[in-house]
């Protein structure tokens, strides 16, 4: 009996040493593993923050992007805008500038071409202004008038029956339309006027000084619609010798 409770009492020492054992193990485990384990956590949360740290600078920095790409964009169609402006404030400005050289170029021509005209009629046998007559033109339009035919017709007559004489031919315009446009309408309506005497009423061509002067020397108000139908006009002058024969004839019929 002793023996067996002797080999009994040896178990559960052994028993309750083993049990002591892993115990004590399992503490210095726990007591080894759970600061690791604390550690690989914080890491990890630490990680997933970053990420999401990382995450909302990617789409920050994407947003950048594409902001730049647009406001790039913007500059561009800005830079454009800026340059078709200039572009169209320089044309203008020099369209500006040629269309008052050539009205004063006009002008100029107008009063010396004038000017020459009437000192060389007027040194050629003497030739001086006797009649002047007006006709009018529709607006744009060069084609003689029933009204103006029977003015130039009545003018035709007189200088038929003077021996020598000279017409002066100038046409003109009111002020609307460009200053290039009325100087080849007035010249068209001063060439009509021209055509008339000498193909209806065959007066020599050498006889007749024609010239298109567009909008100089009005003799009214462009502004006003009356004033604009008096501008569009063709003055012709009627030339005659100054001979005491030949100026009563003439003052005779101009009454």
Known sequence: MSTQRFTLTLGLVASLSSSLFSCATKKYVAGQVTPVTQRVQKTETRNTEQDQQLDVLERDSSRTRENLVDLKGNVEKLDTQLKSTSETAQGAASAASLAQQQAADARLYATNRSDTIEKTIEGIDQLKLT??????????????????????????KQAAQLKRFAVEVQGFTDSTGSTALNLQLSQRRAENVARYFTVQHQLPLRNIHMIGVGTAAPIADNTTRAGRKQNRRVEIRLFVREDPATVTSAAAQVR
């Open 131 to 156: 009649k002047t007559t007006n006709v009018l033109f529709n607006t744009g339009r060069s084609e003689l008038t029933a009204d103006a035919k029977a003015a130039l017709d009545e003018l035709a």
